[in-house]
């Protein structure tokens, strides 16, 4: 029964810790879900009992010029493991994404070390707090007041364009402040199709202002075109 302690145990507890995260990353859709968070939690156990039980396959070497040394295979695990979270952390427009999956992953092999070296106490409690913090926590999270950012880019036909300061009362009235404000102009081949741009970066509390917002954009015949990006899902 010591084989089971020793190698069936530490596995098992990888498997269902990265399974445990993998599964709330794959109900959120993430890009790394249920099968890669059981494969870094697996491969960061094997690798530690396999630094820690070096004796066992390092044949007929004597023990006396064997060096174990398992705190270097975590360091090699915890790097190897940078590369990947770096693969699902990803740009688009002004606004980065995927860092609370990396996140996931990197701590997902920190429990798989943990479970490998047997540190079961602190490898549970960390699954179990992990957890607590992608579920739970992230409820509290969509409750917090927080500062929202949001990139607007507004188009307005040249005859029925407002000025940068009515575009500042506009924004204003939805208490979101918009900061600098660049104006460009866009000629066309006739007056009609001439366009002056409205861009700014708007700041406020609350999604429904933002949303008020959009709809007076819709509602305006002198809108021709209009974007809102927020910086943060």
Known sequence: MEWLTAYVVPVLGAVLAGGLIGLER?????????????????????????AIHQLE???????DVIRIDPTRMAHG????IGFL????IFRHGLSVHGLTTAASLWITSALG???GVGFYGLAIGGTAVTLLVLGVLRWADRRIPQL???????????AGAISEEAFR???GEFGLDAGAISERL??????????????????????????????????DRRVVEYSLIPRKD
């Not at 890669?36 to 009992?49: K, Q, W, Y």
């Open 26 to 50: 794959e109900y959120r859709g993430r890009p790394a879900g249920f099968r890669t968070h059981i494969l870094v939690a697996l491969t960061s156990a094997l690798l530690m009992l396999a």
């Open 57 to 63: 396959w390092m044949g007929e070497v004597e023990n």
């Open 77 to 80: 695990i915890l790097t190897g």
């Open 85 to 88: 979270c770096g693969g699902v």
């Open 113 to 115: 070390t943990l479970y």
């Open 148 to 158: 929202r950012i949001m990139d607007v880019k507004v188009r307005y036909r040249r």
């Open 169 to 171: 009362e506009l924004v």
């Open 186 to 219: 866009w000629s066309g081949e006739n007056e009609d199709e001439a366009r002056v741009e409205h861009r700014a970066t708007l700041r406020g509390t609350g999604a429904s202002n933002m949303a008020r917002l959009a709809e007076r954009l819709r509602e």
